[in-house]
């Protein structure tokens, strides 16, 4: 679960920020992180402010893609200062990867650090129910087992009254980087179909580009570098 939050972030108080969505899945893997990442790049390039809170428990790979591993984060009165990843200070970070000693290191919290498995859902949600988030982007892949996991992820969201904005379909289909050409690798429109039988707006697909991987991996900004790409325009 990633939260992204736009315009006028201040330090362990998000009171004066505008807008909270949350990034959600249901299952890991899918493309929470790089939709997040992603949508932080497209927003800063429309001149919007956003801070992104990475509570992934499991594999933080925020501070990879923005290239803010190591960053030191420290505390103040109010709890966790978020770090700048850019200089312009558009995009601001708090992760769970920055509290380990160790990249590396698995996060292995219990008590009041980590609830319970799915309770991270639980604890963001209750943490952040009084700033009145906008609602939630789910993120699926076309294979079934993710929709499985998706549409639970979807019932989470209505027990919890937290409004879906809509659903988007990552890694749907292949860009080849010669031709461009998409492909089909798994089956297709299943994020759609879900979108339709949970009667949520459904949003558009991301197709799996080896360009966006690379991005990622070497922390580049892909929106400002491949305005051409599928991928950017479903991502803007
Ligand atoms: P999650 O946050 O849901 O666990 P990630 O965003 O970390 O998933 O994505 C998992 C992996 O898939 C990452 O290595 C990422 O670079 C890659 N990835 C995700 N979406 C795409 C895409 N549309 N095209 C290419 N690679 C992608």
């Known amino acids: 679960m990633e939260a992204a939050a736009g315009e006028r972030a201040e330090p362990g108080n998000l009171a004066g920020v505008r807008h909270i969505i949350l990034v ?22 429309q001149g919007k402010k956003v801070g992104i809170l990475d509570v992934d428990l499991c594999g933080p790979s925020i501070p990879h893609m ?7 984060v420290h505390q103040c009165d109010n709890g966790w200062v978020p770090v700048f990843v850019d200089q312009e200070q558009s995009i601001s970070l708090m992760s ?27 604890a963001t949600m209750e943490a952040l129910r009084p700033y009145r988030p906008l609602g939630a982007l789910v993120v699926t892949t076309p294979q079934a087992v993710s929709i499985g996991d998706v549409r639970r992820e979807l019932t989470f969201c209505k027990k919890t009254g937290l409004q879906v904005i809509g659903v988007i379909e990552n890694m749907s289909g292949f860009t080849c ?7 089909n690798v798994f089956s297709s429109g299943s994020g759609e179909e879900l979108a339709r039988l949970a009667g949520v707006p ?35």
């Open 24 to 45: 959600l899945s249901g299952k890991g893997g899918v493309g929470k992180s790089t939709i997040s990442t992603e949508l932080a790049l497209a927003l800063r390039h």
């Open 66 to 72: 923005l290239r803010a591993q190591g960053k030191a």
């Open 96 to 122: 769970v990867g920055f509290l380990l000693e160790n990249p590396d290191e698995a996060v292995v919290w219990r008590g009041p650090k980590k609830h319970g498995t799915s309770d991270e859902h639980m």
């Open 177 to 183: 980087p010669h031709c461009a050409e998409c492909t």
């Open 202 to 236: 459904f949003l558009g697909s991301v197709p799996l580009d080896s360009q966006l991987t690379r991005s990622l991996e070497e922390g580049r900004d892909f929106i400002q570098e491949f305005p051409k790409s599928t991928a950017y325009s479903a991502l803007t």
